[in-house]
């Protein structure tokens, strides 16, 4: 295969690999980031937040953290369950027959295709009796569906992300067991969203269309977030936590613009023979900004989480109704986290689901 259609089916398969499957109005919620772990359980981690992730969930758990890390490399992919058949099947046709590329696109539709590719890199450390959080981030999503079995059309829909962040938590010394936090974040962003039929794809210059058709732009804006936890009779520990995200809507310019969204969630942990078990709720996007739809079901977050006295843990919940599962195994320099969720690409829980797998890899140091 000649370089140029190395590019064109890179092009096309990023473009293919995730689309917002959105037919009659529906589509998956455009969350900034997904961490691997909240994956796992569920997606409700807002009152539980007591790693990395606090930094795009809730800031103020970097407030309970004592333990500082630095992570030089932490590459993820996530991928959705029909997108290797999808590639496989672009790779195998001749992309510049309209006809072949129109029975490709036909042989796919209902089909709902998801690739996300994160290079994120951060130090996590304390300055006096503040936990505070700087990283640098690298993040791509690409979304598809492919519509109408008569004439099919592709929706591409993607955005790829990369700037800073910093954030900070502190415990109120007056109020015990009461943290708070902030979060920035300053991002450029790269953005796609359009219609191309089998005529489109398999034009000569299907690669300079699509560069004409990205949007660029860059804002910034800030987080802000609680939690407050208290042991109760030294069986269990209640947390409850509330986050408001991207609470000035990040305006990309003619980029997919970033909504603002609130979620709350409450969480239960125990300890017992070194081993750690944690429950967690969340109900997010209160205020329906994320979609069109204000579904009950597609905002319900529940999981949990065993983690082992040395090395693995092991998760499992429910997200929008759809099973979640994940697990880590963590050697101190070289971690390991994988999970599978499904996300609903309906109008409301349990309609539509994209089953999703996703893993990453983190080198980097603690203490």
């Known amino acids: 295969m000649t370089f140029r259609n190395c590019f064109r089916v890179f092009i096309g398969a990023m473009a293919m690999a995730l689309v917002s499957a959105a037919f009659a109005g529906a589509a998956p919620y455009h969350s900034f980031h997904k961490g691997v772990r909240p994956l796992g359980m569920g997606g409700a981690f807002t009152a539980v937040a007591n790693d990395q992730n606090a930094l795009n969930y809730n800031p103020a758990g970097f407030g309970f953290m004592e333990k500082s890390r630095i992570a030089i490399l932490n590459p993820m992919v996530e991928v959705s369950e029909d997108s290797y058949d999808l590639f496989q099947d672009f790779d195998e046709i001749d992309q510049d027959d309209t006809a072949e590329v129109s029975q490709l696109l036909k042989k796919h539709v209902g089909e709902n295709n998801h690739i996300t590719a994160s290079f994120d890199v951060y130090g996590q450390f304390h300055v006096g009796k503040v936990g505070v959080m700087v990283a640098g981030v690298g993040r791509a999503s690409v979304d598809m569906a492919i519509r109408n079995p008569t004439y099919p059309v592709l929706r591409v829909s993607g955005a790829a992300d990369y700037g800073g962040q910093l954030g900070l938590g502190y415990t109120l010394p007056m109020v015990p067991g009461l943290s708070l936090g902030v979060g920035i974040k300053a991002l450029n962003r790269e953005s796609l969203e359009k219609d191309y039929t089998a005529v489109d794809i398999a034009a000569d210059d299907f690669e300079d269309t699509l560069e004409d058709d990205r949007q660029e732009g860059s804002d910034t804006s800030f987080d802000l977030g609680l939690i407050w936890s208290r042991e109760i009779e030294g069986i269990t520990r209640v947390s409850l936590g509330v986050a408001g995200l991207n609470l000035k809507e990040m305006d990309f310019d003619e980029a997919r613009d970033q ?43 529940m999981g949990a989480e065993l983690k082992f006295p040395y090395l693995l843990a092991v998760r499992g919940g429910l997200s929008q109704g759809y099973y979640t599962a994940g697990a880590t195994l963590d050697l101190n320099l070289i971690r390991f986290d994988v999970a599978t969720y499904g996300e609903e690409i309906g109008v409301v829980g349990g309609q539509k689901e994209d089953r999703r797998y996703v893993a990453q890899i983190s080198f980097g140091w603690r203490w």
């Open 259 to 301: 909504k603002t969204q609130y979620n709350a969630g409450v969480a239960f942990e125990q300890r017992f023979y070194g081993f750690t078990l944690t429950e967690a709720f969340d109900y997010q996007d209160i205020t329906d900004n994320l979609a069109e739809d204000d579904s009950t079901e597609k905002k319900v977050h």
